[in-house]
Structure formats: C-alpha cells, structure tokens
C-alpha cells in the first residue's frame, strides 16, 4: 500500500507541526526548519502560492494521504453543502485511522493506520482493515478482544494523547470501545490547526 515515507522529525520541523509523539517533544527544542544554519538564518517571507501549498503538505502529512487521494476529499467536499474548508477537514476527521487516534487507542495516527490495517480493530462489531473507511454518527470502534492486549494500545491508553477526545466522539478507555456521536463542528476543525481555506484556495486556482 502506498504511503508517505520518510523521516518524520524533519518533515515535521519543516511544517511546524508535531506528527508523532517523539517530534512533539523534539520541535520544542528545535522549533526551527531543519537544514544547515536554519536556526540563525532569517526565515523567508512566502508567497501566497507557497503558503496555500505549505497548508496542504501540512493537512496531508498530518492525516497521512497521498496526493491524489487528498484531491479526492476535496472533491467530494465541494459537493456537500455547507463551507467547503470545514466539509474538506470533517471528511478526513472521520477516516477511521484517525478516530482510532483521536479515541486515545493509538499515539499517532501513523500507529492508528497500522493497527487498522493489523485488523486489531472493529466497526459495529465487524473486522475493518481499511484506514480510509469513513466512519458515521451511530458507528461503535472497539478494539478486538484478542488485542487489547497490544503493547502500543495499552501504552496509548496510558499516556496522555496527542490531542484530546473531541466532542463528536466518546472514548471509554477501560473497555476500549468508543462511539462516534455526530460529525465534526466548526469549533472541532478550528481546533485541528489547519487553515482549509487556504487549501479551498490552492485548488481553486
């Protein structure tokens, strides 16, 4: 399966934004763009191309999607009623790789993928091994009896996430097993730190 590859601290420092647990702690002590002299080099002004385009790497990168993918999500978002940014961020909120993170079950949404495609996870009771699947209000994700005893769930559940349980989701940690109660509001995907507008912009040209 394709996938984006490479070093995840530098693609992190370079974006200004943690993916992982291990460059959240790291950026705080290089919060600069990785390469020689950055640290003392005055940074450049972008342009407003390079702008749009750096908020897209930043969304693609943060929810793992290739580029053609991506494009698909935006696609479908200009076909939905409501604001297109919002309607953009809210499809890739509900990947399933992505509630699996955003329920406390994986430290990142890199390890969320691979423990859907792992089949460690269920959707209403169902074996799901595909981390795109969209999830829906009503939809039950549990992780399968036979792994919840997997060391990086159990180390997920015990260490504080990345971000916290958002309001269109309920996470009970005991029992590993979480619902999804709505969709995602606009506040959820201000919270994201991703400007979809910008992104609407990049597309629109």
């Known amino acids: 399966m394709a996938r984006n590859r490479g070093p995840i601290l530098r693609r992190s420092r370079r974006l200004g934004m943690a993916l992982d647990p291990k460059s959240e702690r790291k950026l705080d002590r290089r919060p600069y763009p990785p390469g020689p002299q950055s ?7 972008m342009s407003g191309y390079g702008t749009q385009l750096q908020e897209k790497q930043r969304a693609r990168f943060m929810y793992d999607v290739l580029e053609r993918q991506f494009r698909r999500y935006y696609q479908r978002a ?19 790789d992505n509630v699996v ?9 890199r390890m969320a993928r691979q423990i859907v495609n792992h089949g460690h996870v269920l959707v209403n009771g169902r074996k799901v091994d595909i981390p795109s699947a969209h999830c829906e209000p009503g939809d039950i ?10 060391g990086g769930i159990q180390q997920a559940i015990e260490q504080p996430p ?23 509001t606009a506040e959820d ?15 629109s040209r």
């Open 39 to 45: 640290k003392s080099r005055r940074p450049r002004k």
């Open 78 to 96: 200009t076909r939905m009623p409501g604001v297109m940014g919002d309607n953009l961020i809210s499809l890739l909120e509900q990947r399933l």
């Open 101 to 109: 993170f955003r329920l406390g079950f994986a430290m990142s949404r």
């Open 141 to 150: 994700i549990e992780i399968a009896e036979k792994s919840r005893t997997h």
């Open 162 to 184: 990345l971000s916290m349980t958002p309001s269109w989701l309920e996470s009970d940690a005991q029992t590993l097993r979480g619902k999804v109660v709505g969709t995602p």
């Open 189 to 203: 995907v201000a919270q994201t730190q991703i400007n979809a507008q910008l992104i609407i912009e990049l597309y």
